[in-house]
């Protein structure tokens, strides 16, 4: 089993930044890609960027590319997304989701992860 605990959402006006941390405990070993996910309700949830346990292969959603960046700190156990130029429509609760079979091609599609945390709140005003 996986855990995964996320932090650093909260308020910010648009054009601001956030960094997002992802902390996960147990068996971390086992899984070989993380990736950050979020969803609006009454819509589906989007994949927003993913990363590999060794960092070597990112993937970014088309609606965040230049904005966020992934990364992933071994040591720590923590991946982070780190959000710059927010903008309205980047409102969202935003998911950390850890994967023991991902691959290149489905990095974005969250029905190849396996673990997920409780989300942390994204809210960006305009």
């Known amino acids: 089993q996986v855990q995964l605990v996320e932090s650093g959402g909260g308020s910010v006006q648009a054009g601001g930044s956030l960094r997002l941390s992802c902390a996960g405990s147990?068996?971390?070993?086992?899984?070989?890609?993380m990736g950050w996910f979020r969803q609006t309700p009454g819509k589906e949830r989007e994949g927003v960027a993913a990363?590999?346990?060794?960092?070597?292969?990112?993937r970014y959603a088309d609606s965040v590319k230049g904005r966020f960046t992934i990364s992933i700190d071994n040591a720590r156990n923590t991946v982070y997304l780190q959000m710059n130029d927010l903008k309205f429509e980047d409102t969202a609760m935003y998911y950390c989701?850890?994967?023991?079979?991902?691959?290149?091609?489905?990095?974005?599609?969250?029905?190849?992860?396996?673990?997920w945390g409780q989300g942390t709140q994204v809210t960006v005003s305009s």
């Open positions: 989701a850890a994967g023991t079979h991902v691959t290149i091609p489905s990095m974005l599609f969250d029905g190849k992860y396996n673990y």
């Open positions: 147990g068996y971390t070993h086992t899984t070989n890609f």
């Open positions: 990363i590999s346990s060794g960092g070597s292969w990112t």
